[in-house]
């Protein structure tokens, strides 16, 4: 039978295991907005373990406390044009410190994902925190952008969009996409110190595709240039990224979608 000291001896290690587990967490504030149409609209936010540490729906506000990781947004529209001027935000409390800000575009229709760093867990060590932002401008729904360093995909959204991103001193490419292909009429990104400094700006000017090169802590002149950008780098995978053109002999035969050999001038075989 156990005795009155051993019941307080491990009363006493499952409060002090229980503290040790949440000690590390930190309150960080998630809020999700309206839009015009709410109701089709929810999220999950998951750890990085892919467990599920807060959901709902839109509107939505609360409080959760999460350890330092590597966190993803799931965000859903049940009728697949998008959030409509819903957005999320997460704040690192009391000093109500913006962590991350997204929402889910046109372009993403039914679902999409954004990566929240809580305490620097998506970053290296030894790197640098800033923030990548992007303005909505007249047609956010049309907006999209990847930041790539290498061959990763660091950070990546649509508009508007606030990122807290952590890098390492080198070349880093942002890709810019617009799915109406006019551009992005009014939006901008740009790359801040956690200060807010602004280290370079941009935005589409035309079209459907850009990219621009960012150097951290490197000469610009040693990132070169970039190449084109290709179709998979689209969100939306598919191939608008490269035109291709030839002539077709009315005599001829084939089948119209079909490419024909480089320099041919007769149907496709």
Request: negative net charge; charged residues 10%.
């Given at each position: 039978m156990m005795t009155r000291a051993w019941h307080m001896v491990l009363a006493t290690a499952i409060l002090w295991s229980s503290c040790r587990v949440h000690a590390q967490c930190t309150n960080y504030s998630i809020t999700v907005t309206g839009g015009a149409y709410p109701y089709e609209v929810s999220w999950q936010l998951a750890d990085p373990g892919g467990g599920l540490v807060a959901s709902g729906g839109a509107p939505a506000s609360m409080t959760v406390c999460l350890e330092p990781g590597c966190y993803t947004m799931y965000m859903y529209d049940t009728f697949g044009d998008g959030w409509n001027g819903a957005d999320f935000t997460i704040r690192e409390l009391p000093a109500n410190t913006v962590v991350s800000t997204g929402t889910l575009?046109?372009?993403?229709?039914?679902?999409?994902?954004?990566?929240?760093?809580?305490?620097?867990?998506?970053?290296?060590?030894?790197c640098t925190g800033y923030q990548f932002q992007v303005t909505g401008g007249a047609y956010p729904e049309e907006v999209s952008w990847n930041?790539?360093?290498?061959?990763?995909?660091?950070?990546?959204?649509?508009?508007?969009?606030?990122?807290?991103?952590?890098?390492?001193?080198?070349?880093?490419?942002?890709?810019?996409?617009?799915?109406?292909?006019?551009?992005?009429?009014?939006?901008?990104?740009?790359?801040?110190?956690?200060?807010?400094?602004?280290?370079?700006?941009?935005?589409?000017a035309t079209g459907s595709i850009g990219q621009a090169i960012v150097a951290i802590g490197v000469p610009v002149g040693d990132c070169g240039s970039v190449g084109p950008v290709v179709a998979s780098d689209c969100v939306d995978a598919v191939n608008v990224c490269t035109n291709i053109s030839f002539a077709i002999d009315p005599n001829g035969y084939g089948a119209v979608n079909e490419i024909p050999p480089l320099g041919s001038l007769g149907n496709p075989d």
């Amino acid at each position: 039978m156990m005795t009155r000291a051993w019941h307080m001896v491990l009363a006493t290690a499952i409060l002090w295991s229980s503290c040790r587990v949440h000690a590390q967490c930190t309150n960080y504030s998630i809020t999700v907005t309206g839009g015009a149409y709410p109701y089709e609209v929810s999220w999950q936010l998951a750890d990085p373990g892919g467990g599920l540490v807060a959901s709902g729906g839109a509107p939505a506000s609360m409080t959760v406390c999460l350890e330092p990781g590597c966190y993803t947004m799931y965000m859903y529209d049940t009728f697949g044009d998008g959030w409509n001027g819903a957005d999320f935000t997460i704040r690192e409390l009391p000093a109500n410190t913006v962590v991350s800000t997204g929402t889910l575009s046109l372009a993403g229709g039914y679902s999409g994902t954004a990566t929240v760093s809580i305490g620097g867990g998506c970053e290296p060590p030894g790197c640098t925190g800033y923030q990548f932002q992007v303005t909505g401008g007249a047609y956010p729904e049309e907006v999209s952008w990847n930041l790539i360093g290498g061959a990763s995909v660091l950070a990546s959204g649509f508009a508007p969009s606030t990122q807290t991103i952590c890098l390492l001193p080198g070349c880093y490419v942002v890709q810019l996409f617009d799915s109406f292909g006019d551009g992005w009429n009014g939006a901008t990104w740009s790359l801040r110190t956690a200060g807010g400094t602004i280290i370079q700006s941009g935005t589409l000017a035309t079209g459907s595709i850009g990219q621009a090169i960012v150097a951290i802590g490197v000469p610009v002149g040693d990132c070169g240039s970039v190449g084109p950008v290709v179709a998979s780098d689209c969100v939306d995978a598919v191939n608008v990224c490269t035109n291709i053109s030839f002539a077709i002999d009315p005599n001829g035969y084939g089948a119209v979608n079909e490419i024909p050999p480089l320099g041919s001038l007769g149907n496709p075989d």
